[in-house]
């Protein structure tokens, strides 16, 4: 079994920046793929960062040149550094990871954390 911890939620004012953290934890695994989504109340959830199959990244439109994905593959983490938020970006942030074991790829999901842009 895999868990993805997140971390690096909270509050901040419009303009200001927030690193989310994201660790896969488990036994026997390695991470095919993590990236991060967002969803808020009555909405689909949204894919905001992820990389490609080249290892290049891919944002969604709305946080282009605001926000990076990072990740450390011996580590199995992925981060997410947030700047220049607005309060469009308020929601919850979700860590997603494909992973592979013996038994095959399985899709996971972070608990979520709550980001809130306000004055």
Not at 34 to 63: C, H, I
Request: aromatic share 10%.
């Amino acid at each position: 079994q895999v868990q993805l911890v997140e971390s690096g939620g909270g509050l901040v004012q419009p303009g200001g920046s927030l690193r989310l953290s994201c660790a896969a934890s488990g036994s026997g695994f390695s991470t095919n793929s993590m990236d991060w989504y967002r969803q808020t109340p009555g909405k689909q959830r949204e894919l905001v960062a992820t990389f490609t199959t080249g290892g290049s990244t891919n944002y969604a439109d709305s946080v282009k040149g605001r926000f990076t994905i990072s990740r450390d593959n011996a580590k199995n983490t992925v981060s997410l550094q947030m700047s220049s938020l607005e309060p469009e970006d308020t929601a919850v942030y979700y860590c997603h990871a494909i992973v592979h074991n013996r038994n095959g790829d399985y899709q996971y999901w972070g608990q979520g954390t709550q980001v809130t842009v306000s004055s």
